[in-house]
């Protein structure tokens, strides 16, 4: 099965301030990732998907990189509603792994 | 609007069966895979299964391997998730996910189905 390590674990932020969550895979999945937000008590919502497009609806301070093996999760000028969970899911070979999570919470 | 809506929570005991229902609207559902994805209390996801947009043929996470079945209703755009021989590491929310499309992937969710598992 393909791991994915998604770092920090979780950060502390500012409302306004970039945050970078990295996402490293055992093995290539080519550009088959995407990127979730989760807030407590609700369902994940898709964020990025083919490791750097916008899902619809979802604003551009939202962003993703990378191809391969290393791939990043750019949010810029955090706004409140920002303050949740952040998971990577690869979906290149079965079983679809997620990573870990990363828990951005307010400083 | 493209949405899932799911059945509603289930409390089991251990050793029985659950069935949890998605039923899709807004788009067409025999175009997309189906996924299931579930979260333990205070736990990361976890992705247990899809099924092709035909429905005859399923892919499980080893850990699911016999004890899981998903099935569709193409008539009734409806997908299904059946647990069998239920335990207590069972207790999770779940959830159902549309695969990939054009312009989208893993999107939307189902709302989450919560199943405990009382021993």
């Known amino acids: 099965d393909i791991q994915l390590t998604q770092s920090p674990s979780s950060l502390s932020a500012s409302v306004g301030d970039s945050v970078n969550i990295t996402c490293r895979a055992s093995?290539?999945?080519?550009?088959?990732l995407a990127w979730f937000q989760q807030k407590p008590g609700k369902a994940p919502k898709s964020l990025i998907y083919?490791?750097?497009s916008l899902q619809s609806g979802v604003p551009s301070k939202f962003s993703g990189s990378g191809f391969g093996t290393d791939f990043t999760l750019t949010i810029s000028s955090l706004q409140p509603e920002d303050f949740a969970t952040y998971y990577c899911?690869?979906?290149?070979?079965?079983?679809?792994?997620f990573g870990g999570g990363t828990t951005v919470e307010t400083k | 609007q493209v949405q899932l809506v799911q059945s509603g929570a289930e409390v089991k005991e251990a050793g029985t069966p659950v069935k949890v229902s998605c039923k899709a609207s807004?788009?067409?559902?025999?175009?997309?895979?189906m996924h299931w994805v579930r979260q333990a209390p205070g736990q990361g996801l976890e992705w247990m299964a899809m099924?092709?947009?035909?429905?005859?043929?399923?892919t499980y996470a080893r850990k699911f391997q016999g004890r899981v079945i998903v099935t569709r209703d193409t008539s009734t755009s409806t997908v299904y998730m059946e647990v069998n021989s239920l335990r207590s590491e069972d207790t999770a929310i779940y959830y159902c996910?549309?695969?990939?499309?054009?312009?989208?992937?893993?999107?939307?969710w189902g709302q989450g189905t919560r199943v405990t598992v009382s021993s």
């Open positions: 807004g788009f067409t559902f025999p175009a997309y895979y």
């Open positions: 996910v549309r695969g990939c499309g054009s312009g989208s992937c893993f999107d939307p």
């Open positions: 099924i092709n947009p035909s429905g005859d043929d399923s």
């Open positions: 093995r290539g999945v080519n550009n088959y």
């Open positions: 899911q690869q979906y290149h070979l079965p079983p679809f792994t």
């Open positions: 083919s490791a750097t």
